[in-house]
């Protein structure tokens, strides 16, 4: 069964810093996606970044790129999602999601982290 446990989240000011990790289990995600998604209060959920498991392609969203990082380490099992210079829009649960490759829908979800940026 697979797994995602995501993990770092809290309270920053703006243009502070935080790590949050998605640490996965359940089965080898070498032809996956991984990915970050966020919601804030009373809007949908975003895309904010992926991964691919295997090559290390990453792909960002505008509003995050040349600010926030994802990485993975392959031995841990476990994605990253180094995020600087927050803002106050950042605030928003996020959440680590994965999909094969071939697949257009992300299939798991994490339960989400919190990350509050305060003005």
């Known amino acids: 069964q697979v797994q995602l446990v995501e993990s770092g989240g809290g309270l920053v000011q703006a243009g502070g810093s935080l790590r949050l990790s998605c640490a996965a289990s359940g089965r080898t995600f070498s032809n996956y996606f991984l990915g970050w998604f966020r919601q804030a209060p009373g809007k949908e959920r975003e895309f904010v970044a992926s991964?691919?498991?295997?090559?290390?392609?990453?792909n960002y969203a505008t509003y995050v790129k040349g600010r926030f990082t994802i990485s993975r380490d392959n031995a841990k099992n476990t994605v990253y999602l180094q995020m600087n210079s927050l803002k106050p829009e950042d605030t928003a649960i996020y959440y680590c999601?994965?999909?094969?490759?071939?697949?257009?829908?992300?299939?798991?979800w994490g339960q989400g982290t919190q990350v509050t940026v305060s003005s």
């Open positions: 991964i691919t498991w295997s090559g290390g392609s990453t």
């Open positions: 999601a994965a999909r094969a490759i071939i697949q257009l829908r992300y299939d798991y």
